[in-house]
């Protein structure tokens, strides 16, 4: 079955460091989606990407889909400690099933 | 406040029980997902309803079955509790395929 691999598992950072996690399916997304999901908290949907090559910004953040539309970023500029939390990215494959395949998410802590 | 509701916030029950959550989607969505979360194995999609049929089907064990009902609400069934199916248990509906997660359910199995 399809398989979405996120590294790295956890990252700690400074205050004001840059943060990146990555994404890779083993097979060929219709979409990829990313969510926050804050410590006690539930995912938050943050963004989806579509376009092969497509890199969409929000505020500090930037969200990458690969070329080959299999691997996806999610970059952080100057981390704040209220980026605190897990970062999941989540793959849709094309067709009728609509089922999104949650990597295992990558969990930031931001020292203040 | 993402609109979906989840009942009951907590439950703790014992090994052997049967337990059922209940979801209610966003007014207008006519998905429903059912997600298990645990520490060691992330958010593990388990079925998808759509207008009250079964849409996909994840990785749900055959102690556990779910149904969507007329007014689109969803009930999770767990039984035969065990240990392991302690976990957070998030309900999601959709639109335009982004998914809008509900509080979700904290079940402990002592």
């Known amino acids: 079955g399809q398989q979405v691999m996120q590294i790295p598992q956890y990252q700690h950072v400074q205050e004001g460091e840059d943060f990146t996690t990555y994404c890779n399916s083993s097979?060929?997304?219709?979409?990829i989606q990313w969510y926050k999901q804050r410590p006690g908290g539930h995912p938050v949907f943050l963004i989806q990407l579509v376009k092969s090559g497509e890199v969409k910004k929000q505020k500090r953040l930037t969200f990458q889909f690969g070329e080959a539309k299999k691997n996806s970023s999610l970059h952080i500029t100057a981390t704040q400690t209220t980026d605190v939390g897990t970062y999941f990215c989540a793959g849709l494959r094309g067709g009728s099933n609509y089922k999104l395949t949650f990597g295992k998410g990558t969990l930031l802590t931001v020292n203040p | 406040d993402s609109g979906v509701t989840q009942t009951p916030k907590h439950l703790i029950t014992a090994t052997g029980q049967r337990v059922t959550l209940r979801c209610s989607p966003r007014?207008?969505?006519?998905?429903v997902y059912w997600y298990q979360q645990s520490l060691d194995q992330g958010l593990q999609f388990l079925i998808q309803y759509y207008n009250g049929e079964e849409r996909a089907k994840g990785n749900i064990l055959e102690r556990f079955s779910a149904q969507q009902f007329p007014d689109l609400h969803s009930e999770l069934n767990l039984s035969s509790l065990e240990l392991g199916d302690s976990a957070l248990y998030f309900c999601?509906?959709?639109?335009?395929?982004?998914?809008?997660f509900g509080p979700g359910t904290r079940l402990t199995v002592l």
């Open positions: 007014s207008g969505d006519l998905s």
């Open positions: 999601a509906s959709s639109a335009r395929d982004r998914q809008f």
């Open positions: 097979t060929t997304l219709s979409n």
